[in-house]
């Protein structure tokens, strides 16, 4: 977490060097910030949504705005190996409710002022969720909590909430976040830092409980548990 920390850091550091160089480079009597206005729709990992876009200054780009996932899977036959107490057992999965609300607000450096390849930085803001629904005969551990299901039905359920609220975001992108004319489209890929994740369940003995990276490796594949991938399309109709 330090090196992202720093890294972030030397990347905040490196844009205030190259804004502050653009202003005395371009400024000119008169000059004003925030002169053109667009609004955007997007598809990517989390979800579909849109923003607000306004170029800051020359080279810079801010995007504001809201994406939101959600899926439901029920498989018709879905079994999930557990185990308690050295015990190997199966629980029977019968759904899982994926839900992804998060508010974005994102900053495109574009290194030359009339490219299209950019660096954005920035942050989701909001909660990541899955809930899973099941079915299974005994108590088993889940990450770090043991769950014990229903005595008479069996049923049980765990939420995993997928790391912070405020999840730090760094990508590149190819293509016109704010149009030239227009219309633009733009590519981005890039990761978000999810922090730690939490399971909590109405049918474990405690509260939410924080899961360690080695715990969720039982959970979600590599490198899932520290680093989540973010791809995106976006559409961009400029109105002044």
């Known amino acids: ?25 371009t400024a000119a ?13 997007n598809a990517g990992t989390y979800g579909v949504g849109g923003s607000v876009i306004t170029r800051v200054y020359p080279h810079w780009v801010l995007r504001a705005g809201f994406d939101y996932a959600a899926y439901t899977y029920k498989p018709e036959d879905l079994k999930m190996d557990v185990a308690y107490m050295g015990k190997d057992l199966e ?13 974005k607000i ?8 009339n490219g299209v390849f950019s660096f954005t930085g920035g942050a989701y ?17 889940f990450g770090d909590i043991v769950i014990s299901p229903d005595p008479k039905t069996g049923y049980f359920d765990a939420l995993l909430t997928m790391g912070e609220q405020v999840k730090p975001y760094f ?18 890929a ?8 939490n399971v909590s369940s109405d049918y474990a003995s405690g509260e939410a409980v924080q899961v360690s990276n080695d715990a969720l ?10 680093l989540w991938p973010m791809v995106s399309f976006s559409l961009a109709y400029r109105f002044k």
Do not use: C, H
Not at 32 to 39: E, L, N, R, V, Y
Not at 91 to 103: C, Q, T
Not at 190 to 197: D, E, H, N, R, T
Not at 217 to 226: A, G, N
């Open 106 to 113: 994102l900053l495109d450096f574009y290194p030359w002022k």
């Open 91 to 103: 629980a029977e999965v019968k759904s899982f409710n994926l839900k992804f609300p998060n508010a």
């Open 29 to 41: 009597p008169g000059k004003k910030f925030f002169t053109a206005w667009a609004i955007g729709i």
């Open 217 to 226: 490796t039982d959970v979600l594949p590599k490198p899932l548990d520290k």
């Open 125 to 141: 803001i909001g909660k990541n969720t899955i809930k899973m629904e099941g079915y299974a005969s005994e108590k088993f551990e």
């Open 1 to 25: 977490m330090n090196k992202k920390f720093t890294f972030g850091l030397l990347f905040l550091g490196m844009a205030m060097v190259a804004f502050g160089q653009d202003t005395v480079n």
């Open 171 to 188: 990508g590149i992108g190819l293509g016109r976040a704010m149009p030239k004319r227009r219309v633009s489209f733009k590519f981005e």
């Open 190 to 197: 890039g990761a978000v830092y999810q922090g730690k994740y």
